[in-house]
């Protein structure tokens, strides 16, 4: 099983969480995290000392390269997991991969629940710290397991 863990670059708990996903056997991409806390802080100030607008910009091979990357390991990827907070980009990945009938789980740490929403409806599960979600995976690793080693014995 391919996860793709979605959260925002300024978010230190998202490669805490990505190493223990991978602790259950989980095959977690959150290779994006590499690029740092201010990638599209550098990205905007390069190019506008390039004397592009943000349409200019996101005609460009850096933009265009960057978001392909990113749509390739969302098509990839058998289920996602948002990790709030996280802002527009990392809502719009979810968003994806539900249009794309992919099981999505939006993890909330307690306290973070300042703005309710309503639209959190459309992720398959919302769960409220990162034990409920890691429950929730060993589960379903432990299902695919048991499930592989049957079809082997038949």
């Not at 910009?57 to 749509?71: I, L, P, S």
């Not at 794309?100 to 459309?122: L, S, T």
Request: aromatic share 12%; glycine share 10%; net charge negative.
């Amino acid at each position: 099983m391919k996860l793709y863990l979605i959260g925002s670059l300024r978010n230190p708990a998202v490669p805490v969480l990505a190493q223990k996903i991978r602790g259950l056997g989980i095959d977690c991409f959150d290779d994006w995290m590499a690029a740092g806390p201010e990638a599209d802080d550098k990205w905007r100030d390069y190019e506008k000392a390039r004397g592009r607008t943000y349409a200019e910009a996101m005609q460009g091979h850096a933009a265009k390269h960057v978001f392909e990357y990113d749509r390739g390991h969302l098509d990839s990827s058998d289920c996602g997991v948002l990790l709030l907070p996280a802002g527009k980009s990392g809502h719009l990945e979810l968003g994806y991969l539900i249009g794309q009938g992919k099981p999505c789980y939006i993890v909330m740490p307690e306290g973070d629940a300042e703005r309710w929403d309503v639209m959190y409806g459309f992720a398959t599960k919302v769960f409220y710290s990162e034990g409920e979600l890691l429950n929730h995976l060993w589960d379903a690793v432990s299902t695919i397991h048991m499930d592989t080693a049957f079809k082997m014995r038949s």
